[in-house]
């Protein structure tokens, strides 16, 4: 009976990998970022649970950022995720929808992104644009 019900369960996927309900178990909390849920997956029939972790995000993050603007990267290079929010306004826009978000660059190609700035705003943050192309 067991097998049987573990193989209707969705499927887990933490940072891009799939792992097992122990795994889950034992993911700590605090550091999940997003949580995507999928029904009816092709690859997964009985769904996909997708997990992205602040971890994740900001190593994801960075590895993009370098690769695009390095003169940029070492200014955010050591910051925390905390760290980052609380120095930068982020904003990341793709066509007509802007996102607040770094999750949103986890499946992003660095080749989609056009162009990242900082610039000084009027509060005491300053703002991290992100700018990508209409190609996807």
């Known amino acids: 009976p ?23 178990k034992n993911l ?3 550091t999940i970022e ?4 999928t029904k009816d997956d092709i690859k997964y029939p009985h769904g996909v649970i997708n997990i ?27 910051l925390s995720y905390k760290k980052l929010y609380q120095k930068y306004c982020i904003k990341i826009i793709d066509g007509e929808k802007t996102y607040d978000n770094i999750t949103y660059l986890v499946d992003i190609k660095p080749e989609r992104i056009k162009e ?18 209409s190609q996807k």
């Open 34 to 37: 997003q949580v995507d849920v």
């Open 52 to 78: 992205i972790t602040r971890p994740y995000a900001l190593s994801t993050f960075r590895l993009k950022v370098k690769k695009v603007a390095p003169q940029i990267y070492r200014k955010i290079e050591f």
């Open 116 to 133: 990242i700035t900082i610039t000084r705003r009027k509060e005491a943050k300053k703002s991290l644009q992100i700018i990508l192309t």
């Open 28 to 30: 700590d909390p605090s």
């Open 2 to 24: 067991t097998k049987l019900v573990d193989s209707l369960r969705p499927t887990y996927i933490v940072d891009g990998q799939v792992k097992d309900s122990i795994e889950i």
